[in-house]
């Protein structure tokens, strides 16, 4: 099957990284994520690895995984018993914006795509679907366009999770700030705070890139569920 160009496993990022990595063995290393740049982090005391709008990334390791939000919207999903988990960074294309965002159309299609690859990955990983949680956060109105993109992401991202049954044990969704999220797949902690003094439209600038991105990427293929 063709692989959909949806969301794309992490392999890059600029950060700083070292060649020995506390409590990181590379021979653990999902399929698919092996040229991860990874970097540790003293204040956290964990090795982190950074996700940008588009990328989604699992770990079998007590790694830590974030990102930062605007209108964007983050699952954090693992395994309770497992601690095998992962996290993905997407908003539904605004070119469709005259669906609704559960309705049967390609957008509904790109938000199943960026969960599936997600959850599939996971299960690949060893996961139990049976004891997968859930996490949820983003969806702020940061971008100024005449639809609210953020709404939209977690009007699906809530219908998805219903349909598919699956346990949602924390939120945070909506407002207008950005948020700067790190995720903790072992233990299921997360960290999530709202940037509400940022001097720079960063955030801005890289989700109406991504938003741009969309609209010229075609929603090809299908998902092979595990």
Same mark, same amino acid.
């Given at each position: 099957m063709?692989?959909?160009p949806?969301?794309?496993?992490?392999?890059?990022?600029s950060?700083?990284?070292?060649? $020995?990595?506390?409590?990181?063995?590379?021979t653990?290393?999902?399929?698919?994520?092996a040229?991860?740049? +990874?970097?540790?982090?003293?204040?956290l005391?964990?090795?982190?690895?950074?996700i940008?709008?588009?990328?989604? /990334?699992v770990?079998?390791?007590g790694?830590? $995984?974030?990102?930062?939000?605007g209108?964007?919207?983050?699952?954090? &999903?693992?395994?309770?018993r497992?601690?095998?988990?992962?996290?993905n960074?997407?908003?539904?294309?605004?070119?469709?914006?005259?669906?609704?965002?559960?309705?049967?159309?390609?957008?509904?299609?790109?938000?199943?795509?960026?969960?599936?690859?997600?959850?599939?990955?996971?299960?690949?990983?060893?996961?139990? +679907?049976?004891?997968?949680?859930?996490?949820v956060?983003g969806?702020?109105r940061?971008?100024?366009?005449?639809?609210?993109v953020?709404?939209?992401? &977690?009007?699906f991202?809530?219908?998805?999770?219903?349909?598919?049954? @699956?346990?949602?044990?924390?939120?945070? @969704?909506?407002?207008? /700030?950005?948020?700067?999220?790190? /995720?903790?797949?072992m233990?299921? +902690?997360?960290?999530?705070?709202?940037?509400?003094?940022?001097h720079?439209?960063?955030?801005?600038?890289r989700?109406?890139g991504?938003?741009n991105? @969309?609209?010229?990427?075609?929603?090809?293929?299908e $998902?092979? @569920?595990?």
């Amino acid at each position: 099957m063709t692989k959909p160009p949806a969301l794309a496993s992490v392999n890059s990022w600029s950060g700083r990284s070292t060649s $020995v990595l506390p409590g990181f063995d590379p021979t653990r290393v999902q399929l698919g994520f092996a040229h991860v740049n +990874r970097y540790f982090d003293p204040l956290l005391n964990h090795v982190v690895v950074k996700i940008l709008p588009g990328e989604f /990334y699992v770990t079998t390791q007590g790694e830590a $995984v974030v990102t930062v939000l605007g209108s964007c919207v983050s699952a954090c &999903i693992r395994d309770r018993r497992k601690g095998i988990g992962g996290m993905n960074h997407f908003m539904l294309p605004e070119s469709f914006a005259s669906e609704a965002a559960h309705a049967n159309g390609r957008a509904e299609r790109y938000g199943n795509i960026a969960m599936e690859q997600l959850i599939n990955s996971l299960l690949k990983a060893g996961a139990d +679907r049976n004891e997968l949680e859930v996490k949820v956060f983003g969806g702020g109105r940061v971008l100024a366009q005449m639809t609210d993109v953020g709404k939209r992401n &977690i009007e699906f991202v809530r219908h998805y999770l219903q349909v598919e049954n @699956l346990v949602v044990t924390a939120e945070d @969704l909506g407002d207008i /700030y950005p948020r700067h999220v790190q /995720y903790f797949p072992m233990s299921g +902690r997360v960290r999530v705070r709202q940037l509400r003094s940022m001097h720079n439209d960063t955030v801005a600038v890289r989700e109406r890139g991504y938003l741009n991105k @969309l609209k010229a990427d075609p929603i090809a293929g299908e $998902v092979e @569920l595990f």
